[in-house]
Structures are given as C-alpha cells and as structure tokens.
C-alpha cells in the first residue's frame, strides 16, 4: 500500500491510498514507490484520473496544519541545541529527546516521527520564540565534507574549463562548518578570497555501492544552503589538489536549516543567488547540474562509504568572483549575503587575519 500526501493552499493535505505499490515516473513524483512512502508531490493531481482508471483509489483530506520539518541549531558555538523550526519567529526544542542533529541521530533514523513529537510539544504550549540566538550550522560538526567541482555547466563555462565526464570530487575538513551568519575569516597570506553558493547535500543512512540512482534518494536526510568559500591562489597556483585552497577555518558556512526533501517541490528547479556588499554576483539555478544530487550520492558511493551526517558539496553556478574580468576578491570588511529557493538565507562578514 502507498500513501501519497498533496499540500494544498490552504495548508490541508490530500492522502491518497493506492492498492499497491506503483511505479510512476521519477522524473514527475520524485520518488520511486517500492513500498509504504510518503511523498510530498505537487505534479500529482496531473496523475489522478490515471491512476484513478488504473489501480482505483479512495481519498480523504485532512484539514490539521502540517508542521514542515525543518531543522536548527542554535546557540553559542560549542554549545547549540538541536530545535525544530515552526515559524520565522519561533521553535520547538527537541534536544533532550534527540541530542543533536548528529551521526547518530540520522544514523538510528531520527528524523522518522520528529513530526509526532513537534506536534505533541506545540500542543502541550512548549513553542519558544527566537530571540537573536546564534544559529548554528544545522547538523553537528560531521564525519566528512565531500563536495564536487565544476558541477554546473554554465560555471564551467565560465571558468574556460571543459565540462567534466566524472564529477570531480575534493573534500574539506569537517573543522571548517561554520552557522549560517558567522564571521568568514580571511586566511594569513590570502590574496584571492572568493564566494560559491552551493547546495549541501546531508546524508540520512550508512551508504555505500548503490546499485542505482534512484536507491540515492532514500539516502538523502535532506538538504541546506552552503558557502563553499575558496581561496583562489591556494587552490590553484601553489600545486597539490584543490583542497589547500578550500580548506580554511570558517570556509563552509551552512544553514540557516536542514530542509527534509519531502518539503522540496524539485530540488533540481532552485533558484539560487548571492550578494557581496549588495551587488549581485551570482544569480543560478540548480537546473544547470551537470551532475544532480542524485547521481552524486550514487556516484560517491561507489568509492566510498557515505556516513550519516555527512555534507556534500555539490557546486555552484556562474558568477564566483574568479569568472569576472578583471577578477573580484573579497576583502576584510565585505559582506556575503546568499540563500537557496526553500532552503533559507545566509549573510557573512569577512574578518582580517588573526
């Protein structure tokens, strides 16, 4: 049996029960139903009277507010706490029943009935507002950070560099996973301080040779807004591979929230866009992947085992400060303001050299 749930405007939700398990186009229902899933699909009422002649179906609509799971951290750094965000103005506390959006949390399937007790807590009143706390990266500091170059075809382009057959992949140090709205930091002897906005990629189970693309789905906890900061001389004229350029204290904001896919309508129809001291520098969309997050997660997986909890980075569009003419570095002073289609915003200052 499968369950496929509709948002409507008016925030209600359609169940439609089928009498077995279908299979329907992935590129329309993003999913593959091979069993009980629940699925957030807004192209479905295109499929109703289809599947209507084909497997008959009954359907009810429930009228209560469904609470979109979105998760925070928040707090000094060192010490945030793991919260469910309910509104722009308030949360949920969750960290006493789930420690932290860690390895171990998605590891044990935490996110499975999150809902259940985000509900229970808002009805018994325990919704807290936000009062300028830190926010936090969205997940505790992970096992690794992967992220994949020229990923976007008009990046490459831009870049003069061929659009590759392979994703390419480099890694940078989990000790560079900073919130959303902390201070970049410029690295001593910097001179070629650049900007990526990227979307981040957290995986939700141990993973490791998927046999397809489609099995990657089932292995993405959900999905956050990146700054994947590169100094550009590092990176590609002192030798060695790309992660002495990406590598830094501060170089990967994330956040504000981790984003569950069930929330997405198509992750592969974003809009994406950063800003330096206001001015528009990158303005994108996911819909130019070269390779999309699922084949990345399936690729990977092939040479490595995914842990859960850790981030992909899975590049970005054109508009880096190294693709102007001439180029355009950042500065001590500047401010990187940048966000992602549903996945929230990010707004850095960049700080001198300690």
């Not at 399937?109 to 809902?115: K, P, S, T, Y």
């Not at 505790?140 to 659009?163: F, K, W």
Request: aromatic content about 8%.
């Amino acid at each position: 049996m499968a369950q496929i749930r509709r948002l409507h405007p008016a925030d209600t939700i359609e169940t439609v029960w089928l009498p077995r398990p279908v299979g329907l186009s992935l590129r329309d229902l993003q999913y593959d139903f091979s069993g009980p899933r629940v699925l957030t699909c807004l192209t479905f009422v295109r499929y109703r009277s289809t599947l209507d002649q084909r497997f008959g179906f009954s359907f009810h609509r429930r009228t209560q507010k469904e609470i979109a799971i979105y998760l925070m951290r928040i707090g000094p750094v060192g010490s945030e706490k793991a919260v469910v965000r309910v509104d722009d103005t308030s949360y949920v506390d969750v960290s006493d029943a789930v420690g932290d959006f860690d390895e171990a949390f998605f590891g044990r399937g935490g996110l499975e009935g999150l809902d259940d007790l985000v509900q229970e807590r808002l009805a018994a009143g325990q919704q807290t507002a936000l009062a300028g706390e830190r926010i936090g990266a969205p997940i505790a500091r992970p096992h690794q950070i992967l992220c994949i170059g020229l990923n976007y075809s008009d990046h490459a382009a831009e870049t003069g560099m061929p659009v590759p057959a392979e994703p390419i992949l480099f890694t940078k140090p989990p000790n560079t996973l900073i919130g959303p709205n902390d201070d970049v930091r410029v690295p001593r002897g910097a001179t070629k301080l650049d900007w990526e906005v990227e979307l981040g990629i957290v995986i939700g189970r141990r993973t490791s040779y998927l046999e397809t693309v489609e099995e990657a789905r089932a292995a993405i906890a959900g999905f956050v807004v990146v700054n994947d900061v590169s100094e550009r001389a590092f990176q590609m004229e002192r030798g060695g591979q790309w992660s002495k350029g990406k590598s830094a204290e501060t170089f990967n904001p994330a956040g504000p929230w981790l984003v569950t896919p069930d929330e997405i309508d198509d992750v592969l129809r974003l809009a994406m866009w950063l800003d330096v001291n206001g001015t528009r520098r990158q303005n994108g969309s996911t819909a130019t992947m070269i390779f999309d997050p699922y084949v990345v997660v399936h690729y990977l997986s092939q040479f490595l085992v995914l842990e859960p909890g850790d981030l992909i980075n899975t590049g970005t569009p054109p508009g880096v400060g190294m693709g102007f003419d001439p180029p355009i570095w950042l500065q001590a002073g500047d401010v990187i303001e940048l966000g992602i289609e549903s996945l929230g915003t990010q707004r850095q200052t960049v700080v001198p050299a300690r």
